[in-house]
């Protein structure tokens, strides 16, 4: 069955870098558009980045445009968020998501916090 694991989360203070992972499996996971979502306490989850499945193309989200970057490796079935110059505002928890023969699939999080 199709599913997503994300893992790379953690504890890191202001300024510093984490790169998160998602591994994929239970799909062609070449086909398909992936992305990450945040979602911070007390807030609604959010669209931070996203990558096609053809020409690799990239969104972002305005508040992490210039600091984060998403990526994909075919060949591993994962795709990558690197963050870098994180802000406490970034803290929160990362999901995965992609959308598969008309459903969508998500992971089950991993935490970041951005704290001194």
């Known amino acids: 069955q199709v599913q997503v694991v994300e893992s790379g989360g953690g504890l890191v203070q202001p300024g510093g870098s984490l790169r998160l992972s998602c591994a994929a499996s239970g799909f062609t996971f070449s086909f398909y558009a992936m992305s990450w979502y945040r979602q911070a306490p007390g807030k609604e989850r959010e669209l931070v980045a996203a990558?096609?499945?053809?020409?690799?193309?990239?969104m972002y989200a305005d508040s992490v445009k210039g600091r984060f970057t998403i990526s994909r490796d075919n060949a591993k079935n994962t795709v990558y968020l690197q963050m870098n110059s994180l802000k406490p505002e970034d803290t929160g928890v990362y999901y995965c998501k992609t959308n598969v023969w008309g459903r969508t699939y998500w992971g089950q999080g991993t935490q970041v916090t951005v704290s001194s």
């Open positions: 990558v096609t499945s053809t020409d690799g193309s990239t």
